[in-house]
């Protein structure tokens, strides 16, 4: 198993690339409206500050699994928020 302070990098870095990829678009896209772009920056945002509210939540019984299910969160909603930037238009 990872070590938490990995563990909260790779929530760190996951994150800040999708709100990267969001600023990138709105820079190449100025002639376009950034209300959508603008949400799934504060979902990223919402996101990251869960995702360390789990990580560090030292009140669960099974660390290993509790760890693997941030894995798998971080996993689905960093693919769901990519999926989000694709459909930008």
Known sequence: MANVRNLKKDINYVLGDIIEAVCNWELANTDKDTKDSEAIIDEAIATFDELIEKVNNRKVEDKKAHFKSVINDLEA???????????LS
């Open 77 to 87: 909603k960093g693919r769901a928020l990519i999926e989000k930037i694709n459909k």
